[in-house]
């Protein structure tokens, strides 16, 4: 078991002609992850590395049965491209496109939450269930199975972090990145009920920054109905207030979302804290009992 | 607290029931979070564009809102004029984005046209939390009967706008929030509807406006959220809105954060954007697509990834540094971004090493390793650099930087505890 992607996950790329989107499909390919269409509008009828691409989403899924997207579409173009996946009957939608205008995601997710669909993003490097699919721009290589879930908002951090563990011979369920934006589709709270209801997952890791109230409220879920132990970490100690630090999210304003209050909630939930990042995968370890 | 008015017709149920185990408190406090980057003061850098408050009140006039007729003046003598042209007491602001000006003396009354540019000469001297004034405000004076606060912002837990009022305007709406908050009302937004003019009632309604005035806040109320959606703010506030007395509404001083991914269609505001006002390293960082925020500490970082960056300063302070910046060169490495990020590092005198931290993914270390070799030999540094690749490849990069007499590390921990050596000098 996993949570999100697994080996059915039939996966249509968004924005498949550009050079992201080409080269990633590529990678995905290379991970062995079913990639079965691109779209790209006015393009439909090539190929992209042996792949289908259509006019419009709606059309590739008639044709391939595709049930996730991917995008790599530019930011000014990406919400609607959210927009038509969800349309298309595509329920799981990972947005690795960064530098959406805020008011467009308010829009798009108030819409994605009528129709029912799961939007992971933007503004983050995916999601990848170890050995069955990768759905995202993360070095694939560096994870295996196992019995570790980690969600993020970070990029690079969490390959860190899943280095760090592969290094010592554990394994992830699924590594989950929700985005560094302001407003995401999916929150820790969300991913923290997926691991704790999938059987495979008997770690859970949650990689924080500064800004937002979000790990608070993941705190709570944390303390009041989860029963898999969690290792947090929490990024931006030190970061001054009023600075925003590169991920738009990122900002600690008038006093709140600073990583002191985000620490002492997780820890007064029962989270274990590690306080840099090679510590998640000792704290891991000490709770595999390995 | 008033319960949000967000139910409306097109909403279906959310996706899964919200956890709501005393998350009041945190939405309420997710929306003063947001709020509080209307200090313009509290924000620079990054994403948002700060807009002084002759701009904002020029926006925010297209949209309905009565502000004071007022002009920019950037010498004493055009202070004057302005003065003599408005007629009777006006009032000087500094236009500097910084909060507190009144409380600092960038605010005051004249009563003629002559004290008027004294008065700008003084503050057209001064340095507000370090920022000089280069621009004054002048605006015709107004009668007060009472200062009320209108604003909106974007709450990232409910992921739409919140407006609020409050009967206590003039001051920080934070304070009133943490000394008071049951006179703060808030309506979060359906963003297909927008914000109806029943909403705006029941926000003056719950502030105890009179019933005369219920039509002319709605309308106000209205256009600022307009002005917001229309303009990609995160933050618009009008605060004070000041009832005269002669019985009108008047929005006497405005604030706006527009979101920086947005202007891309607003070109006009772009050109609002005061160079002078910006870190000018943060500015080249941005034209090099660098995200570059500058620290009080002498340890440089060049780091890819936002939370990795972040994590990178917090752990030489864990081993007794200081962090001199945080700097995320973004994916890839090429030598071209990584000399740029050099550049704006050792631009800062009181840099004495530098710490490269880069996870090596899909990009290969020993790539990304002669990308930082070229940089240097470009550059020249004359500080010491300890230098940590991890990922594909990563022994074959190590071995390249260290043919190099780079310091190199494995771990982070090892990377911070050297460059913190080499930074106070004992190694």
């Known amino acids: 078991m996993s949570i999100l992607v697994d080996s059915n996950t039939r996966v ?91 008011l467009d995601m308010i829009t798009v997710r108030h819409y994605l939450r009528q129709v029912g669909a799961r939007l992971i993003g933007p503004n983050c490097p995916g999601v990848i269930t170890p050995g069955e699919s990768k759905v995202g721009i993360m070095p694939g290589h560096i994870h295996r199975p196992g019995p570790v879930g980690i969600v993020s ?16 011979g554990i394994g992830q369920s699924t590594v989950v990145g929700i985005g560094g934006d302001p407003i995401v589709g999916t929150t820790f709270l969300d991913v923290l009920r997926m691991f704790q209801d999938d059987p495979q997952t008997e770690v859970v890791v949650l990689i924080g920054e500064i800004g937002g109230t979000e790990e608070e409220r993941a705190a709570m879920y944390i303390r009041d109905e989860m029963s898999k132990p969690v290792v947090a970490f929490i990024a931006g100690q030190t ?22 209050e985000k620490i002492a909630a997780l820890e007064a939930a029962g989270a274990h804290i590690a306080r840099h990042p090679e510590e998640i995968a000792d704290l891991v370890a000490t709770l595999l009992g390995r | 607290m ?20 005393g998350c009041d408190l945190i939405s309420f406090r997710s929306a003063m979070t947001t709020l509080r980057v209307g200090n313009a003061a509290d924000v620079s850098g990054g994403e948002a564009l700060n807009l002084h408050e002759y701009q904002s009140k020029r926006i925010f ?85 009472q200062e009320i606060y209108l604003g909106g912002v974007i709450d990232r837990a409910q992921g739409r706008i919140v407006m609020m009022a409050s009967s206590e305007g003039g001051v920080d709406i934070e304070e009133v929030a943490a000394r008071s908050p049951e006179k703060i009302v808030r309506v979060a937004v359906d963003p297909c509807l927008g914000l109806r003019a029943y ?35 995160s933050l618009a506030e009008i605060n004070p ?36 006002e910006e870190d000018p390293f943060e500015v080249e960082a941005r034209q090099h ?84 070799l070229a940089a240097m030999d470009e550059v020249q540094p004359q500080v010491p650099f300890v230098v940590r690749l991890i990922g594909t490849n990563q022994e074959e990069g190590q071995r390249l930087l260290s043919d190099a007499h780079l310091v190199t590390a494995n771990t982070l921990a090892e990377a911070a505890q050297k460059v913190v050596r080499l930074a106070q000098g004992t190694s």
Not at chain 2, 115 to 126: N, P
Not at chain 2, 200 to 227: D, K, N, S, V
Not at chain 2, 298 to 320: Q, S
């Open chain 2, 289 to 372: 697509g660098l995200s570059y925020v500058k620290l009080t500490g002498n340890i440089g970082c060049m780091v890819n990834g936002a939370g990795l960056a972040m994590a990178t300063m917090d752990i030489i302070k864990l081993y007794g540094g200081e962090p001199a910046n945080f700097l995320d060169i973004g994916g890839g490495a090429s030598a071209t971004r990584v000399t740029a990020a050099l550049r704006i590092i050792l631009s800062d005198p009181n840099v004495r090493a530098v710490l490269i931290n880069i996870f090596g993914g899909i990009t290969r270390c020993d790539e990304v390793a002669r990308g930082i």
């Open chain 1, 239 to 260: 970061a001054p207030p009023g600075k925003r630090m590169g991920h738009a999210g990122a900002i600690i304003a008038g006093g709140t979302g600073t990583a002191a």
């Open chain 2, 61 to 145: 006039a297209r949209y309905g809102i009565p502000v004071p007729q007022g002009e920019v003046a950037t010498t004493p003598e055009a202070a004057r004029q302005i003065a003599a042209r408005l007629g009777g007491p006006v009032v000087v602001k500094a236009q500097v984005l910084v909060g507190g000006r009144g409380k600092a003396g960038g605010i005051q009354l004249a009563q003629t046209p002559e004290e008027a540019e004294a008065v700008a000469r003084r503050i057209l001297g001064m340095r507000l939390k370090g920022l000089p004034v280069r621009k004054v405000l002048i605006d015709p004076a107004v009668t007060i009967r």
């Open chain 1, 12 to 102: 249509v790329v968004q924005g498949i002609t550009g050079r992201e989107g080409r080269f990633h499909t590529r990678q995905m390919l290379d991970y062995g992850t079913r990639v079965v269409a691109g779209v790209t509008p006015g393009k439909g009828g090539q190929e992209v590395e042996g792949v289908p691409v259509f006019d419009t989403v709606h059309e590739a899924v008639a044709r391939t049965d595709a049930n996730t997207s991917i995008i790599y579409v530019p930011a000014r173009f990406a919400p609607e491209a959210i927009l038509e996946a969800a349309d298309a009957g595509i329920r799981l939608i990972v947005c690795i496109t960064e530098g959406i205008p805020t």
């Open chain 2, 2 to 21: 008033s319960p949000p008015l967000n139910r409306s017709p097109c909403l279906a149920p959310p996706l899964r029931p919200s956890y709501n185990g």
């Open chain 2, 241 to 276: 809105l000041v009832i005269t007395d002669e019985g009108t509404l008047v929005g006497v001083d405005g604030k706006m954060v527009v979101d920086d991914n947005a202007l891309f269609r607003h070109p006009d505001i772009e050109k609002l954007r005061d160079a002078e």
């Open chain 1, 153 to 168: 908002r970070s990029g690079t951090l969490t390959y860190e972090a899943v280095y760090a563990l592969t290094q010592r």
């Open chain 2, 199 to 233: 909403h705006a009632r029941h926000m003056a309604q719950t502030i105890g406006l009179p019933r005369a005035y219920f039509r002319p806040f709605a309308e106000i109320a209205q256009g600022l959220y307009r002005a917001m959606v229309e303009n990609d703010a």
